[in-house]
């Protein structure tokens, strides 16, 4: 039951989001829309904020780590993403344009650093250290994050796989530059060509 009454709060809160900015969704509308108490939604979440992050968090669990434990292609994940955004303008631009900049850029970065991280680890194995995975996947949540703010500002107008292809070339190559120099580094003081500090 616990579960069904969440997923119902949700799920409100998507229909919600379709119709209106997200600073104009109350607490107080969410349980009356859904049928349920304020108790209850306290019950689940600590705020509307909270509740926003599970909201992403189930998005996120959909389009990219339910696809990524079943090994599928990163870049088919970036177009599926891309495409439901695409579909879902208004709840997009909705949560967008009446959300703190600074949540919803500190959220997407740190997701996608995670997510990036993840993907790394699974390419490279141990084929570079902890620290050189970590840092590549933060530079590669940048750059994703200005990907998705570039789709935005133009109104999702881009040509997606195009998009896609041009930021899979800067990753992979990233990738293999960050793997030669890690095992350049094995070679001697500063690597192969070189200076010792």
């Known amino acids: ?24 969704i109350t607490v107080s509308a969410l349980v009356a829309g859904c049928g349920v108490s304020p108790d209850t939604f306290y019950y689940h979440f600590h705020d509307i904020y909270d509740l926003l992050e599970h909201w992403l968090l189930r998005i996120k669990e959909r389009y990219v780590l339910e ?19 695409r579909q879902n303008q208004a709840v997009v ?20 650093g ?5 993907l790394i680890r699974q390419a490279v194995g141990d084929a570079l250290p902890e620290e050189e995975m970590r840092a ?6 940048c750059a994703f994050l ?16 195009a998009s896609v292809e041009r930021f899979g070339v800067i990753f992979e190559s990233n ?6 120099a890690a095992q350049g ?13």
């Open 175 to 180: 990738l293999r530059q960050a793997i030669r």
């Open 114 to 118: 995670d997510t990036f991280y993840e």
């Open 1 to 24: 039951m616990t579960q069904f009454t969440q997923k119902a709060l949700l799920d409100t809160f998507t229909g919600m989001l379709q119709r209106m900015p997200f600073e104009k």
């Open 67 to 85: 696809p990524l434990r079943a090994g599928a292609d990163w870049r088919e994940m970036l177009r599926a993403l891309l495409r439901t955004m």
């Open 136 to 141: 590549l996947a933060q530079y590669t949540g």
């Open 185 to 197: 580094a094995g070679d001697g003081p500063g690597g192969p060509g070189r200076s010792a500090p």
């Open 146 to 161: 200005g990907l998705m703010l570039r789709f935005l500002w133009r109104q999702m107008e881009v040509d997606l796989d």
């Open 93 to 112: 631009y909705h949560l967008f344009n009446s959300t703190s900049r600074e949540w919803i850029e500190r959220y997407c970065f740190e997701a996608s």
